[in-house]
């Protein structure tokens, strides 16, 4: 099955820094979504993007569906961006839109 | 906005006793799945529910789990005779189709097994 790779696996930042998660993938995709699980467990969807870019306030993910990669970036980070934040995609191949997700990224933003 | 919605938020259960998950899908949303996530780890596929039969599943998804559509809004995952290792966050999820379409997931169950 389609492979998803998330770097790196752990982030640590002071607030207001910027930073780039990468989310790279193994085969063609129709589906790739970045999501922020929080303290709770909960999954929040940020962005849904098999290819492209995106904007929401101060975060933005772009898509290179050609070259097998995704990026999330965040800027001014702040304290409540901390968490895991997850890659998942949807094989083109596959018989339906089941996601496989990566191993996550741990972000940790300091005061 | 519409939204998955999944009910208990947290559930603790006897091992060897039977549970079930719920879940409501997005009304216009035609295919439906469940995900687990053990704690600290990554979130992983059990099956997937279109038409009123599983349409994939995974290795993980065995002879305890089962799901049903018992009517026209509600989704359920049950687990017969649960294990300790069945502890975890269980996520339900729908798509309006198939390909290129946005997954919407519902907050989660954490399913406690002692």
């Known amino acids: 099955g389609i492979q998803v790779e998330q770097s790196p696996p752990d982030l640590i930042l002071q607030e207001g820094a910027n930073s780039t998660l990468r989310c790279n993938f193994s085969d063609s995709v129709n589906n790739l979504q970045w999501f922020h699980q929080n303290p709770w467990g909960q999954l929040i969807n940020l962005f849904y993007?098999?290819?492209g870019t995106k904007q929401n306030g101060r975060l933005s993910a772009t898509t290179v569906a050609t070259e097998r990669y995704s990026l999330l970036y965040i800027s001014s980070s702040q304290t409540t961006d901390s968490g895991v934040y997850f890659c998942a995609v949807s094989s083109l191949s596959g018989a339906n839109s089941k996601l496989t997700f990566g191993k996550g990224i741990t972000l940790s933003v300091r005061p | 906005e519409p939204e998955v919605t999944q009910t208990p938020s947290h559930q603790v259960t006897q091992m060897g006793q039977e549970v079930i998950l719920r879940c409501v899908p997005i009304?216009?949303?035609?295919?439906f799945y469940w995900y687990r996530q053990i704690l600290g780890q990554k979130v992983e596929f059990l099956v997937s529910f279109y038409n009123n039969e599983i349409s994939e599943k995974s290795e993980i998804f065995d002879d305890q789990f089962s799901v049903e559509r018992p009517d026209g809004s509600n989704f359920t995952l049950k687990i017969r005779s649960t294990k300790l290792e069945d502890s975890a966050m269980y996520f339900c999820a729908s798509t309006r189709g198939r390909g290129n379409t946005e997954a919407f997931f519902g907050q989660g169950t954490r399913l406690t097994v002692v």
């Open positions: 009304s216009n949303h035609l295919y």
């Open positions: 993007i098999p290819s």
